[in-house]
């Protein structure tokens, strides 16, 4: 290739630079990359945020000259522990690569390596991309402890509530373990998104797009009342209407791709009582729990909202028996079938009476035992007034977690515990149920060694990391010492050593209580 053909390949590189929170994307002077173009390279244009609402995300296409595979690198601040690389395996000439993982504010470097139909090395050709600054309605994140060679691997998302004055839309967030913030939404230019309200959050679908509800009509927002996938610039890729029912806290993608959704019944006199099965395919509604036939609506033990008598959460989905287990913040954790009858119910056994349909909901009481199997028969413990050395009942708890064993581990909020309120801990807790003899035990628990510094009465997620045997523990709602912050906190199962820990402070909290409802560890890029 002669110099002049090289010269023109390389202005013909097209870098399109944000420097403003401005999500209109008017392009600027075309600027030069860094280095010399490669021989394999035809041209190449590089667009900075290419949606309008992901402003550390980029759009890479080229030309090449000859079938080729890729990697890309997005050369991270702090050495190869924050680097992002990514191979795509697409043998071909004409590429549109997503780029993700930039940081705020700064003249990112990417770096591109070539490779041959037979996996040769053809070379590296870098770029340069100048971004905005940070959104200013993110938060502070602030590194405890991050060991990481032991760590989970990916970067922790968090479903944020923070805010600098404007509650609307929620701007879900993913962080690095030396908290920089690497990628997120903002849909305030959104057409239909402007008004996004998550409430539990957003999780990641096994196609590897970002999927979430949306119900911001409880807080003053537009009622949305629907479900969205989007991929990682945010774009709407699919949605699902609910019809006569109201969205609220969580969409649960079961192994078939139905999606399980708590719901309001629209019309009716109470609220957060529903749970919707939506066919994935024909997005119809297959599957209807109400709450009020399966429980006891009228039960005030934990509670005197005659409206809102259980305030479901959390769903998830028990492969094993076809049944779905329900957080019912003020009633306890319930496992039913798909047919709603009651299987167990984890509480405390105090003023458990008939349920709508007239069954007797004591015989689905858990017995609780210790640390020897022996059945725990004081009847203060049974009924949560006091603890046991062995045990503690789960208290208005968010985020139940079915394990590969059939355990269950949830974030046990902690909130009136005892009926009292004065002991102010939050813990993730594992128990062990055996439904043929309907007893529990508590296996294992963490946090409740921290105190205040990590409770959090309200929102709040646990999750187990099978591949590394961790457990990521995180308040979102933490009033501390005069300060309100979140935490992410990755223990270790067995030692329950702190392998990562990460404090996430907002200019504002949500209603001044609430920093996030959850947060995953997970690789940038889907799998």
């Known amino acids: 290739m002669s110099k002049k053909v090289l010269l023109s390949f390389l202005f013909s590189v097209f870098i399109l630079v944000s420097c403003s929170e401005d999500t209109s994307f008017e392009p600027e002077i075309p600027q030069p990359e860094i280095s010399e173009q490669l021989d394999v390279i035809v041209s190449s244009d590089l667009r900075l945020n290419p949606s309008g609402y992901a402003p550390l995300s980029a759009r890479l296409n080229f030309v090449t000259g000859e079938d080729v595979d890729m990697q890309l690198k997005v050369v991270g601040k702090n050495g190869v522990d924050s680097d992002i690389v990514k191979r795509f395996n697409n043998l071909g000439t004409d590429f549109s690569i997503p780029v993700h993982g930039l940081y705020a504010n700064t003249l990112n470097v990417l770096e591109c390596t070539f490779y041959d139909r037979s996996g040769a090395d053809l070379g590296t050709q870098s770029f340069t991309l100048q971004t905005g600054t940070l959104l200013g309605d993110l938060p502070l994140i602030t590194i405890q402890e991050a060991k990481l060679s032991e760590m989970e691997p990916g970067m922790t998302l968090v479903s944020y509530f923070g805010h600098n004055g404007e509650l609307f839309p929620q701007r879900p967030f993913i962080f690095d373990s030396f908290g920089d913030i690497r990628w997120y939404l903002d849909y305030k230019s959104h057409p239909r998104l402007n008004q996004l309200f998550y409430d539990d959050g957003i999780g990641r679908l096994a196609n590897g797009n970002f999927y979430f509800g949306s119900g911001g009509g409880n807080f003053g927002g537009s009622a949305d009342n629907a479900i969205y996938e989007v991929d990682l610039f945010g774009q709407i890729i699919n949605t699902w209407e609910m019809p006569n029912y109201g969205f609220h806290h969580q969409v649960k993608e079961k192994p078939n791709g139905n ?45 005197d909202d005659v409206q809102d008598w259980i305030h479901v959460n959390a769903v998830t989905y028990d492969e094993s028996d076809n049944s779905i287990i329900i957080s019912g913040r003020t009633q306890g954790l319930i496992k039913l079938t798909e047919d709603n009858r009651v299987v167990w119910i984890i509480g405390p056994h105090k003023d458990w009476d008939m349920a709508g349909d007239g069954t007797d909901l004591n015989q689905f009481l858990l017995q609780p035992l210790d640390r020897n199997n022996i059945p725990i028969d004081e009847l203060g413990v049974r009924n949560g007034d006091v603890n046991h050395a062995d045990f503690e009942w789960n208290w208005y708890q968010h985020a139940p977690v079915l394990k590969s064993n059939g355990n269950i581990m949830l974030f046990d909020n902690g909130d009136n515990r005892n009926f009292t309120g004065s002991s102010t801990y939050s813990r ?17 628990q963490y946090g409740k060694e921290r105190g205040g510094e990590t409770y959090s009465a309200i929102v709040s997620d646990v999750d187990y990391l099978e591949s590394s045997d961790h457990v990521l523990f995180s308040p979102g709602s933490i009033t501390f010492n005069g300060e309100i912050y979140g935490k992410s906190i990755e223990v270790d199962y067995a030692s329950k050593e702190v392998i990562f820990e990460a404090t996430i402070t907002p200019p504002t909290a949500f209603f001044n209580l609430i920093t996030f409802h959850r947060t995953e560890r997970l690789p940038l890029y889907p799998e």
Request: proline share 0%; net charge negative.
């Open 428 to 444: 993730a807790v594992e128990f062990e149920v055996d439904e043929a003899s309907k007893t529990i035990k508590q296996i294992w």
């Open 259 to 303: 999606f399980l959704v708590t719901v309001n019944k629209l019309g009716a006199s109470t609220i957060e009582d529903h749970i919707i099965e939506i066919e994935r395919d024909s997005k119809e509604i297959i599957n209807v729990w109400n709450l009020n036939t399966s429980l006891d609506n009228s039960r005030r033990t934990l509670t």
